[in-house]
């Protein structure tokens, strides 16, 4: 280890001066090495966790290699693996800090965020897919290294995939190794109400002490401070007391941060951190969640059946859940097994407001054509002329925005692939972040399709 350790060192000084900043500090100063093997030419990296070591992997990889390359005169393979601590330990203080240091929680708080952290949104009990892998490894180093790792963490996506349980699990998993930590968990509209009231009440004092001494700060819905300026504000002064407190702040919403229309000193501080986005899962990993749901109850659904509901709904786990709790209270009830024909049956309400969804991609693509003006056939033709190629992006990005269809599924709609919709809600919403009137034309075309 000493040789590998000793090249290491020169590969690191020549890989620092080619990385920018963050991604040095955040990812690339903290690689160990952990082992070679010079007959096969393989060099293991060892990295904080998995999701650094994905990030890395995906990201870095080759350059890593290149830098090896040239400082041993000859190619290795890499593998990053997570659990291994930088070398040198981080100098910020510990966040969760000890039992004397802090005003404990009043009881009735504490028995308030109690019920509100449902117990069985935990970290076990979330299926991972590849629409979350990302998101759950971002999370879980998040619990393991409170206000030093990522902070703020932003949750992203779209209803019914799992922000709010993987915020609770974040704080299910805090208290289970800190039981005296204290937890706010609320929505932005919650935060809001509790403001107002304060401010009525003249309990300001009171309110900042609360949420100023949180360890963990947890906003759900963070959408829900948009044109709220007082709140917004507040909550402003709260993220910056905590931040520099090193207490962590973890936000989920149903778009990025950029997207939700809160002032830029509040989007830019949100930028300090990670934001990880959650896509709709995929067919295997939807009958993956109804399977983990149905370990609980006592009764069980043949894997026809779940794989009937899993293949009809789509794009709300939410939804998918309640047809669960039909067909199992259903069993309850008959006291007979549950067939696919039946399932269908007295799933054909859910399954046909499923398949209305697609209409709706249709619907905004009618009206973006409109408003544009130019044809419907147009914006799924193959042409490329400015203005339609525009109107097709913005097409493209409404969907996505708007309903809680997947990537391939718009692309289907568009006559697309799923990274040309990629691409496209991104470039709109690069857009939308330098464009003032840019964003309020999108605001406008949205606040129509919605209403
Ligand atoms: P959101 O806050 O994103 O709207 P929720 O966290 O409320 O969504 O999730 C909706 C329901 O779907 C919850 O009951 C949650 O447990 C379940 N769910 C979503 N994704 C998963 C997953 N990957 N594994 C297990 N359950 C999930
Ligand atoms: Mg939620």
């Known amino acids: 280890m000493g040789e590998c350790a000793r090249f290491w060192y020169d590969v690191k000084n020549q890989l620092a001066q080619k990385v920018d900043e963050d991604s040095w500090d955040s990812y690339l100063s903290g690689i160990v090495p952990v082992s070679i093997n010079e007959e096969t030419c393989e060099l293991v990296l060892g990295v904080l966790n998995d999701f650094v070591a994905l990030w890395l992997d995906s990201n870095y990889k080759s350059l890593i290699e290149d830098e090896i390359s040239t400082v ?39 028995v308030e965020q109690n019920l509100r952290i449902r117990p069985d949104f935990t970290f076990d009990n979330f299926v991972i897919g590849n629409n979350n892998k990302l998101c759950v490894a971002a999370a879980k180093s998040v619990t393991q290294h409170l206000g030093t790792s990522y902070n703020p963490f932003f949750v992203y996506g779209g209803v019914g995939l799992g922000k709010t349980h993987l915020l609770q699990a974040i704080a299910n998993d805090v208290l289970k190794h800190h039981p005296h930590a204290i937890i706010e968990y609320h929505t932005s509209e919650e935060f809001v109400n509790l403001y107002v009231e304060a401010v009525q009440n003249n309990s300001l004092v009171a309110f900042r002490k609360r949420f100023r001494n949180a360890d963990l700060l947890l906003i759900d819905d963070v959408q829900f401070f948009s044109g709220k300026v007082g709140s917004s504000e507040e909550f402003f002064h709260t993220f910056n007391t905590l931040h520099n407190a090193h207490r962590q702040i973890v ?31 995929e067919l295997e990993t939807r009958v993956a969640i109804l399977k983990k749901k149905q370990e609980t109850q006592t009764v069980k659904l043949s894997d026809e059946v779940l794989f009937l509901v899993a293949s009809r709904i789509e794009s709300n786990m939410r939804t998918l859940e309640s047809a669960l709790t039909i067909l199992t209270m259903n069993v309850s ?101 330098k464009d003032e009137t840019f964003r309020s034309k999108i605001a406008m075309l949205t606040k129509y399709l919605k209403g």
């Open 251 to 281: 936000l989920a919403s149903d778009r990025t941060p950029h997207d939700i229309g809160l002032e830029d000193r509040l989007v830019s501080r949100f930028d300090w951190g990670l934001s990880a986005e959650i896509l709709a899962p």
């Open 72 to 110: 041993k005169s000859k190619a290795y393979a890499i593998t990053f693996v997570g659990g291994y601590k930088p070398e040198i330990e981080a100098t910020e203080k510990p966040v969760v800090r000890t039992h004397n240091t802090y005003v404990p929680q009043t009881t009735k708080i504490r």
């Open 333 to 433: 009830a008959l006291g007979s097994e549950m067939t696919v024909e039946l399932a269908e049956e007295l799933l054909k309400n859910k399954f046909e407001n499923e398949a209305a969804r697609m209409l709706t991609v249709d619907h905004i693509q009618k009206h973006v054509a409109d408003h544009f003006d130019i044809k419907l056939a147009d914006i799924i033709s193959k042409k490329r002329p400015q203005n339609i190629a525009h109107a097709r992006m913005v097409g493209m990005y409404l969907s996505r925005q708007l309903t809680d269809l997947s990537y391939p599924v718009i692309g289907e709609a568009f006559n697309r692939n799923h990274a040309t919709i990629v691409h496209a809600v991104d470039t709109i919403r690069k857009k939308m972040a």
